[in-house]
């Protein structure tokens, strides 16, 4: 992406503005860019209809995305982003005050996580990378990314539960079954969702080893070390 010159001689303020300004028209294209995914279909969303979309004109759009490899690239990038941020968001609600992980409400807040339009985009671009090699491309590098920062962001928030041997096990068990679930409704409209407590029970089983070990427990450890 090429970057807005600096001012030689400018006023802090407006320097402040114009950065905002910026960083405001480059959230707005991302975001219509996700909504045209969404509306239109990954194969028909074009760079024109992005900026109709976010209310921009032609030559706000070249100057943050010069190409749309570039801009898919970015959009691929703002939705791991987005799903990461709102999966926290929500656990740490579910889990606030709580001695131990409340792994049942949990698992009841990812599902509602993933009945969204944003989970919805994931998998329309999902299904296009097949055939799209500088899509697969951006979706592998940003999967990478996400599998490592979705697995420090999951030992942060659920700290007793990171100690059990099947911690990692449990995740993938969770994201592949959930997610998994939500992607066949998409595709056929009928949602296998009385796997749920299925899940549940299989996650309390597993978990069996630190049932009896404190979140606030284990954090006062991680800061003593």
Do not use: K, Q, S, V
């Given at each position: 992406?090429?970057?807005p010159k600096p001012l030689e001689v400018a006023d802090k303020r407006d320097k402040t503005w114009q950065q905002t300004k910026s960083e405001n028209t480059r959230a707005a294209i991302l975001e219509a860019a996700l909504a045209c995914f969404y509306d239109l279909g990954y194969?028909?969303?074009?760079?024109e209809k992005v900026a109709k979309q976010a209310g921009v004109s032609r030559g706000a759009m070249l100057h943050h995305f010069p190409s749309r490899q570039h801009l898919v690239l970015e959009a691929v990038r703002h939705i791991y982003s987005k799903r990461l941020q709102i999966f926290k968001e929500r656990e740490l609600k579910v889990n606030e005050g709580a001695?131990?992980?409340r792994i049942s409400e949990g698992i009841d807040a990812y599902w509602q996580q993933l009945q969204s339009p944003l989970f919805t985009v994931f998998h329309e671009l999902s299904v296009?990378?097949?055939t799209d090699d500088d899509l697969r491309e951006a979706m592998a590098l940003n999967h990478e990314n996400l599998d490592e920062s979705w697995r420090k962001v999951a030992e942060s928030l659920f700290p007793d539960l990171a100690q059990s041997e099947?911690?990692?096990t449990a995740n993938l068990l969770t994201v592949c079954l959930l997610e998994g679930m939500v992607s066949r409704g998409i595709t056929t409209?009928?949602?296998?969702d009385k796997l749920i407590p299925l899940l549940k029970r299989q996650l309390s089983e597993m978990f069996a080893d630190v049932r009896n070990v404190g979140r606030s427990t284990v954090k006062i450890e991680m800061t003593d070390e």
């Open positions: 992406m090429t970057e194969g028909a969303t074009t760079t001695e131990h992980t296009a990378a097949r099947d911690f990692e409209g009928n949602i296998p």
